[in-house]
């Protein structure tokens, strides 16, 4: 599967558990839709992310890539320490200028 480069290192870090590179795969002003919550901006996602990583231990297998303009959809399975664990969960991205500007995760 061919993935941009920013979408390959967003799945890179996550599987890393490198709180801090996958926070700069995002824009300053990102927005992160998960779970019912919202985070905004880099260091919020950083917080998010990191308190993720230490709960729930998740990595991400790309299954499918879809891209549409600016707008695109990375279907993954997630792994982790989690009830129901793996799920097939889709990432709806908006990339700009080569950087992530806003993810909603649905399952």
């Known amino acids: 599967m061919n993935l941009p480069k920013i979408i390959s290192e967003l799945v890179r870090t996550q599987n890393n558990f490198d709180s801090v590179a996958y926070a700069n795969c995002f824009s300053e002003t990102a927005v992160v839709y998960d779970d019912g919550k919202t985070h905004n901006g880099k260091k919020e996602i950083e917080e998010w992310i990191a308190d993720a990583n230490e709960r729930y231990g998740a990595t991400m297998e790309p299954l499918d890539f879809q891209e549409n303009g600016s707008q695109s959809i ?3 399975e ?4 989690f009830e129901g664990s793996p799920i097939v969960l889709d990432y709806h991205l908006e990339i700009f200028d080569g950087l992530i500007h806003s993810v909603r995760v649905t399952g």
């Open 74 to 76: 990375l279907k993954v």
């Open 78 to 81: 997630v792994e982790g320490n």
